[in-house]
């Protein structure tokens, strides 16, 4: 039974690296998508647990990269956060990795904008626009004084 348990553990190790070439994943997660490509469990984990300590695999760093990601594509913290917690980062190194975020209502007021094409900040069109916004992560302070930048910039190009 030892060999098979080698052949088990060798096996698990050649997934995990193969899943590695493609993306990063985060311990847990890691540990997750080999149990679900068929791995035991407790296989899957004694092989994630390895893939940290041989460096292929850092919490930390991913944190980061997931941050950095999701706040170039326009997302807020909320969002971000949900993602963070989707692909099973420790919940000890998100505000660590939020606090690295950069500043973004500039981000905020360009997807208003954007999302308003054009058209005055009022009405039912500010709040579909606020609201999808506010769906993708940020916060009502976030979105309503993007809104009143906005609408005040209208107000001094006339």
């Known amino acids: 039974t030892t060999l098979k348990a080698e052949e088990a553990r060798e096996r698990a190790k ?33 092989v994630s647990e390895r893939m940290v300590e041989l460096g ?12 950095r990601h999701y706040a170039a594509k326009g997302y807020g913290r909320a969002r971000i956060r949900e ?46 626009a606020c609201a999808a916004l506010i769906r993708r992560g940020f916060s009502w302070e976030e979105v309503s004084s993007a809104a009143k930048r906005l609408s005040h910039g209208l107000e001094l190009d006339e």
């Open 83 to 128: 993602e963070l917690r989707k692909r099973r980062v420790p919940r000890e190194l998100w505000d660590a990795a939020l606090c690295e975020m950069p500043e973004q209502a500039d981000t905020v007021e360009r997807l208003l904008a954007a999302k308003l094409r054009g058209r005055s900040p009022e009405g039912d069109d500010l709040r579909r």
């Open 56 to 67: 292929f695999v850092n919490d930390e760093n991913y944190a980061g990269m997931v941050v």
């Open 14 to 46: 050649a997934r995990a690296l193969r899943l590695l070439e493609k993306r990063d994943y985060s311990k847990a997660e890691l540990a997750a998508k080999l149990v679900e490509k068929g791995e035991d469990p407790a296989e899957a984990e004694a």
